[in-house]
């Protein structure tokens, strides 16, 4: 069983940056696949992004290419999402996801992921 405790949402200016965390507790971290999705009310959860075990290979939504980044601290036990030029329409909750199952292959795919977390709010307003 692995834990995932989201942080580091809240509220921001259009065209600011947040970073949030994604603390892992439980059974091994390192070697999970973690990715980020989203989920506005009403609409389906969305792929954000996600990073391999090793943080050498990632991926990204078309919501995070070339905006957001996904980074890993295995020794932390903690995965980040870095996003830049935030605009409005990036508005809602952010959940952290696990896959134990290392198929990056599939990291895009929200049936992968075994746990979630409680996820986070990111409002951007002015």
């Known amino acids: 069983q692995v834990q995932l405790v989201e942080s580091g949402g809240g509220l921001v200016q259009p065209g600011g940056s947040l970073t949030l965390s994604c603390a892992a507790s439980?059974?091994?971290?390192?070697?999970?696949?973690m990715g980020w999705f989203r989920q506005a009310p009403g609409k389906e959860r969305e792929f954000v992004a996600a990073?391999?075990?090793?943080?050498?290979?990632?991926v990204y939504g078309d919501s995070g290419k070339g905006r957001f980044t996904i980074s890993r601290d295995n020794a932390k036990n903690t995965v980040y999402l870095q996003m830049n030029s935030l605009k409005p329409e990036d508005t809602t909750v952010y959940y952290c996801?696990?896959?134990?199952?290392?198929?990056?292959?599939?990291?895009?795919?929200?049936?992968?992921?075994?746990?979630w977390g409680q996820g986070t709010q990111v409002t951007v307003s002015s």
């Open positions: 996801a696990a896959d134990r199952n290392e198929r990056f292959y599939r990291a895009t795919l929200r049936v992968e992921y075994d746990y």
């Open positions: 990073i391999n075990w090793s943080g050498s290979s990632t």
């Open positions: 439980g059974r091994t971290f390192s070697g999970y696949v």
